[in-house]
């Protein structure tokens, strides 16, 4: 189970935490990052999407190629101010809102017993 604290860049004020299950993330340090071709759709990012399901991607098909049991994974990024995080995995993310980012640095996994 991964669980991610995302906060908004600047004027931004959005911070929510995440929990999903997956089989692979990684932290991409340039926002940049966040609008390249990547089967989420290209363009300017405008601030105003944070969480991106990605509809096809090599890592998806690699992934939906090599499962023994044929699951469909799912693909999401999810974009920070300081870094851009990919997921892979089977299953829905939880997500769920602060009311500000120093709400947001005081929670943790533990105050809920997730694990």
């Known amino acids: 189970m991964l669980h991610l604290i995302v906060v908004a860049s600047p004027p931004g004020h959005r911070a929510y935490r995440i929990g999903i299950s997956c089989e692979i993330f990684a ?26 399901e990605a509809e096809s991607s090599a890592l998806l098909n690699a992934y939906a190629t090599l499962d023994p049991v044929g699951r469909r994974p799912r693909h999401f990024l999810f974009v920070g101010s300081d870094y851009c995080y990919e997921v892979l995995g089977f299953s829905e993310p939880i997500i769920e809102a602060f009311r500000d980012a120093r709400e947001a640095y005081d929670w943790r996994p533990q105050q809920e017993g997730l694990r």
């Open 27 to 52: 932290g991409f340090e340039e926002m940049i990052y966040s609008v390249s071709g990547q089967g989420y759709g290209t363009g300017m990012y405008d601030g105003g999407v944070y969480i991106k």
